[in-house]
Structure formats: C-alpha cells, structure tokens
C-alpha cells in the first residue's frame, strides 16, 4: 500500500501560509503525478484565488443546512445525517485536472455543533484515504489544533515572518500540538520573507527548540505584483524566486519522491 502523507500549513495570520500551500500544490502537480487533495481549512478562503480555480460550495455551507435541518427535525436516524453530508461533501469536491479542492468554508449560527463538526473530522480523514497527499491550508486561530479537526496530520509545517509575533505563534502551536497529542511524524518551520542576515539566527534559535527550519521562502516583488494583479500563483515565472524555493523544499519535504517519503515518516519527531 501506498503512504498517505497529510500535510498541515499553520503560523499567524498574514505569515504566508495561503502562499506556501499554493506553492507547494504548484511544485507537486508540475513535477509528480501524485494524487493530491487540498484543502482550504481557513474560513476566508484566499486559497481559491492563489490556486486560480473556482469554488461554488463549501464544506461549511453544507454543515450549517445541515444543522438547520437537525434543529428542524428532519433527520431521524444518525446514519441519515452521516450519508447525507458524506454525499454532499463529495459534491463540493472541485476536481481539477492534476488536484482535487475542497473548501471548508464556516458554519453559521450559534454555539458548537460538536457533533457536525465531529461527522467533519471524520470524513475528511476517510476522504484523505483516497489521495497521496492532502495538503491542507490552516486558519491562523489554534482552535483547529485544540478542536482536533486535523488528527492524522503527518507533517505540520509552521510558518514564520520575521516577527516575534511569527516566532511565539510558533512555539504555541507546537507546544499545542502536543498537549492535545495530535501524531505529528514531523513538524518543521518555513520561514518567509526572512532577510538573509535573520537565518542563521532564526535558525538556531528554532533548534534549541527542538523545531527545525527546513527551507526560506525570500520576499518575491514578482509573487506580489501577481498577487496584486489577481493572479494565481501558477501564473508566476518559473524562475522566480518564491517557486524555486519552494521546490527545494518540497524536495526536501520528501513530496517529489517516494523514497525520501518513506524515509521522512520512518523518522521520528
Ligand atoms: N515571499 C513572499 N513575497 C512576496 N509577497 C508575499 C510572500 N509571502 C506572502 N506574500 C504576500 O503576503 C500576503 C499574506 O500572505 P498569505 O499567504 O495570504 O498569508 P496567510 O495565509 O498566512 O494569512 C499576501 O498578499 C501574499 O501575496
Ligand atoms: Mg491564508
């Protein structure tokens, strides 16, 4: 059987995480023919834009007919609810030619529906079965980490800006990560738009943390003029400076071969 490899984008808001998970959807479809599936976990949805690609239903959208419907009454068995939601979640699945999407969206109304969110977890990790890698774009609250809505993360990538905002979000989220014993095989830092003379600082800072900075994406006037233009970040130069870092970390990722995959969760965190 082949591995399957869930990869989280976490870190602050505005950090670069939307532009990461972009980078790296577009590094693995030009380079590999993995099946891939990403996911917009972030209730402001940018990563649609980054991507190029259309959205008509979320996730969320669907969970919260959902729960107007179980405050109506209309579901009486549990297996009901389950199918129902299951079908529908497949329904919002936007398929692309070299990815599937998956935009969760936000559930409106009030309180925690613990229940339609627990029906979530569960079919994104059976919907995850189906695919090599699911990649998987956060919101920058920590609430999916305490919530556990991500429970078989493999990978947890933390991403920092040369903030210290950046630099504590980070350690919570790992610190979180662990006391709510979510199995992560790895977590590693991104640092984004750090100036050269930040890195090996950073760097070792990271490490006496136990966090290791597996690649430096530089600030990108191309990526940002794109990005003001509208455009998707498929559009971007191959060239450019944002796209040839990040395949050197896809690489080193392991997402562009098996074999460095297979080592990588063979290694313990
Ligand atoms: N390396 C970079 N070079 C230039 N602009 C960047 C870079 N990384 C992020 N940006 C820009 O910064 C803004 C925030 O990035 P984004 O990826 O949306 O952050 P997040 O998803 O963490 O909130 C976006 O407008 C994005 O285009
Ligand atoms: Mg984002």
Redesign the pocket.
């Known amino acids: 059987m082949r591995e399957r490899l869930v990869i989280s984008v976490s870190?602050k808001?505005?950090?670069?995480?939307?532009?990461?998970s972009a980078l790296l959807t577009r590094i693995v479809t030009e380079k590999t023919k993995r099946d891939l599936l990403v996911v917009d976990a972030?209730p402001v949805m940018?990563l649609p834009r980054a991507l190029g690609i259309e959205v008509q239903k979320s996730v969320g959208s669907i969970a919260t007919r959902l729960r107007q419907d179980i405050d109506n009454g209309t579901y009486s068995g549990e297996v009901a609810k389950q199918d129902v939601l299951e079908g529908e979640i497949f329904e919002a699945l936007v398929e692309n030619p070299k990815f599937d999407f998956l935009a969760m969206g936000r559930t409106e109304g009030e309180g925690c529906y613990c229940y339609v969110n627990r029906l979530l977890t569960q079919i994104l990790d059976t919907l995850s079965q189906n695919y090599e890698i699911t990649l998987m774009?956060m919101s920058?609250g920590l609430e999916h980490l305490s919530r556990r809505t991500n429970r078989n993360v493999d990978v947890l990538i933390i991403?920092v800006d040369p903030s210290r905002a950046a630099y504590e979000a980070a350690l919570r989220i790992r610190d979180l990560a662990k006391e709510v014993h979510i199995e992560f095989k790895k977590i590693v830092v991104i640092g984004?738009?750090i100036p050269p003379d930040m890195e090996n600082d950073l760097r070792m800072k990271l490490e006496a943390e136990g966090l290791e900075l597996v690649g430096m994406?530089?600030?990108?006037e191309e990526?940002?003029r794109a990005?003001y233009r509208g455009e998707s970040l498929f559009e971007l130069d191959g060239k450019s400076l944002?796209v040839k870092a990040s395949d050197s970390i896809a690489e080193k990722l392991g997402l562009l071969s098996e074999a460095t995959l297979l080592r990588l969760l063979g290694q313990e965190n």
């Open positions: 870190g808001g505005g950090v670069g995480k939307t532009t990461i972030d940018n774009d920058a991403v984004n738009r994406i530089p600030s990108d990526l940002s990005n944002a």
